[in-house]
């Protein structure tokens, strides 16, 4: 059980390659899959977490606080796209692309926490380490599918999709480690 982490690890990196290559070939499809991806990560909020918080004494007290968390993050997103193509038109390409590199990058050391997770999950006990693990590689597929869209919907190439791809792909391997 010594190297289990890093093997299952290895799985959410077979997980995550197959939802990028899905997004790589569906490319011309790019809306669809980015409001499937959308919808992914929406329905584990609502079906999965949510109900986990509502069973604390005071979980219906913390709505409140995400929702205005999530309005506060949406309109933010909205204002700086908008004072972006307003004030700075030259340089919107270069945002864009910018801007692609960073969520990768961020979704990178999600995939990368998602490893530490299941290294801790396994030095708690072997049934929480599969646990953890069977879960990040369940999302792995959506993780590799929004690596590639972010990339290509902000204007990158076809080759930093793959690039962004590759490294989402190690980064849970290195993070079990």
Known sequence: MRFAPILLALVTLVSTG??????????DRLHLLLGFSSGAVLAVALFD?????????????YMPITALGFLAFFGLERYTAMHR???????????????GAMSAAGLAFHSFLDGVAIGVGFQTSVKVGLLIAFGIIA????????????????????????????????APVLGAA
């Open 18 to 27: 197959l939802g990028g290559t899905a997004a790589i070939r569906l490319r």
């Open 49 to 61: 977490i949510l109900p986990e918080v509502f069973a604390f004494d005071h979980g219906a007290s």
């Open 85 to 99: 193509a307003r004030e700075h038109p030259h340089l919107a390409e270069t945002h864009e692309a910018e801007l």
């Open 139 to 170: 999302h792995d597929f959506s993780d590799g599918l929004n690596t590639v869209t972010v990339v290509l919907a902000h204007g990158k190439s076809h080759r930093d999709a793959i690039f962004w791809l590759i490294v989402d792909m190690a």
